[in-house]
Every structure is written in structure tokens, then in C-alpha cells.
């Protein structure tokens, strides 16, 4: 119970402390699609979707769940990490075991990490886990100085546009899940990137007609990908998105 506390705690201190302050550019709204796990649907239909429409998307994996069965999805092979490595895609990292940041002392998770890098290595020796999302999107604001210092970035699952003065150790994640969102919450949060210049980022899971309830179908991610197209924003990974903000 004093844990669970504890941890809520620090996930909402998180928020408000360590921050690694960067102001983005005038106006240049953008989104990224990022997917956490990863399951072999998100590298497949997922992966297909955002590079028929000229993107490239974000995987956060976690070694540990590389071609694994799941309670909703079976994780990615390794092959599908060498085609979406060399597809141009991101791997980002989330953890090699999966665990809460709030349940990691600094050794653990400087072994998760180091796992988690060399695990990606032995598939590709030139896989580099550039950007951390948070397992289960909870932070720590103990671990968040630590993840600054071997990540450009670090991603929540807090809702809302990344704009003006934005916290790259804490970037916002609007989920792109059917059981939390319509087409017309996705058109809110494209409509908010053009007026702030922001950046959206969203997460998903699994991209199949009947999702789980992480994931979403491909037809609302068809419509997100469409409707940054008709706003003209470009579809980035987190790591190309970086360089265009200059951090
Ligand atoms: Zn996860």
C-alpha cells in the first residue's frame, strides 16, 4: 500500500520535477506513432500503414518480450525488428523485463538498460536505443535524472500536444487505442498540433480489426495517418523529430 502510494507519488512528481526544459521552434507541428511492446502486428500492418503514407514510426521494446506470446498479442520476432531497423524505423527502449520505473533502484536499472542495449545489438549490431518509454507509461522522478543521462528522451502516456517549452524527459503521448479514443478525439489532437505548432505523439500497442484494449484498429490508425496528411505535418520518429527541434 505505502509503495503503491510511493509510486503514484513519484509518477506525479515526475511530471513536475527534473524537467529537461526545451523550447520548440515557431511552428512546426508534427506527429510521431509510436508503439510500445511491440506486437508483431504493430511491425506489420502498423509499420505498413505509416510507410504508405511516407512515415516512420517509434517501437519501445523490451528484450524480454521478443517473440513471446501474451495475453493479448504475440511479441515481434527478430526479424521484424531487422526489417523495421533497416525500414528506417525506430527502436527505442522499454526496459528489458518490462518493469515499472517506479520499482527500479539506480543499479537495476542501469542492468535493465544495459541489457536491453546489448540484447539489441546481438540482433543488429547497429540497433542504438537512442529514446526510453516508460513500461506502463508510469515515471519515477527518482530514475528520471538517470534515463536523462543515457536517453535523448524519455515518453509518458500523459495526453496532450508536446508545445512551446516542452519537457523531453517527459514528453506527452495521446493514445491512439479504440477503447480511449474516436476519430473525432484523433482530429482534436491533430487540430490542437496546427494551432500550437506542437508535436503529437501517439502510442499504440497491437493494429488489428479486433484490438486489444492497448491497441487499435487499422482503420483509426488509417484515419490519423490521413489526417496528418491533410494538416501537411509531417510523420517522424521520436529520433528524427528530435533533430528537427534541434535538442
Ligand atoms: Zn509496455
Known amino acids: 500500500m505505502l509503495s503503491a502510494l510511493n509510486g503514484r507519488l513519484s509518477n506525479r512528481l515526475a511530471r513536475h520535477f527534473r524537467a529537461a526544459p526545451h523550447r520548440l521552434p515557431a511552428h512546426a507541428p508534427m506527429v510521431s506513432f509510436t508503439f510500445d511492446d511491440a506486437p508483431d502486428s504493430a511491425a506489420g500492418e502498423g509499420a505498413s500503414l505509416l510507410e504508405a503514407h511516407g512515415g516512420r514510426g517509434t517501437f519501445y521494446l523490451a528484450g524480454s518480450l521478443i517473440d513471446q506470446p501474451g495475453d493479448h498479442w504475440h511479441g515481434l520476432s527478430n526479424d521484424a525488428i531487422i526489417r523495421l531497423h533497416r525500414g528506417g524505423h525506430e527502436i527505442g527502449c522499454h526496459t528489458f523485463s518490462h518493469l515499472r520505473a517506479i520499482d527500479l533502484d539506480e543499479v537495476a536499472m542501469t542492468r535493465e538498460i544495459e541489457r536491453n542495449r546489448s540484447h539489441f545489438r546481438g540482433i543488429d549490431s547497429s540497433i542504438r536505443l537512442e529514446n526510453f518509454a516508460y513500461p506502463y507509461g508510469l515515471?519515477?522522478?527518482?530514475?528520471?535524472?538517470?534515463?536523462?543521462?543515457?536517453?535523448?528522451?524519455?515518453?509518458?502516456?500523459?495526453?496532450?500536444?508536446?508545445?512551446?517549452?516542452?519537457?523531453?524527459?517527459f514528453l506527452r503521448?495521446?493514445?491512439?487505442?479504440?477503447?480511449?479514443?474516436?476519430?473525432?478525439?484523433?482530429?482534436?489532437?491533430f487540430d490542437e498540433a496546427v494551432a500550437s505548432g506542437g508535436w503529437l505523439i501517439f502510442y499504440g500497442h497491437d493494429v488489428v480489426d479486433a484490438p486489444s484494449p492497448y491497441g487499435c484498429?487499422?482503420?483509426?490508425?488509417?484515419?490519423?495517418?490521413?489526417?496528418?496528411?491533410k494538416r501537411n505535418m509531417p510523420i517522424v520518429t521520436v529520433a528524427e523529430a528530435l533533430r528537427r527541434i534541434g535538442a
Open 173 to 189: 503521448a495521446s493514445p491512439l487505442v479504440n477503447c480511449e479514443i474516436d476519430t473525432d478525439g484523433v482530429d482534436h489532437y
Open 139 to 169: 515515471a519515477s522522478v527518482w530514475r528520471k535524472p538517470q534515463l536523462a543521462r543515457n536517453f535523448r528522451s524519455a515518453r509518458g502516456i500523459l495526453p496532450g500536444v508536446n508545445s512551446e517549452i516542452i519537457d523531453l524527459q
Open 217 to 229: 484498429t487499422p482503420a483509426l490508425l488509417r484515419h490519423a495517418l490521413k489526417a496528418a496528411e
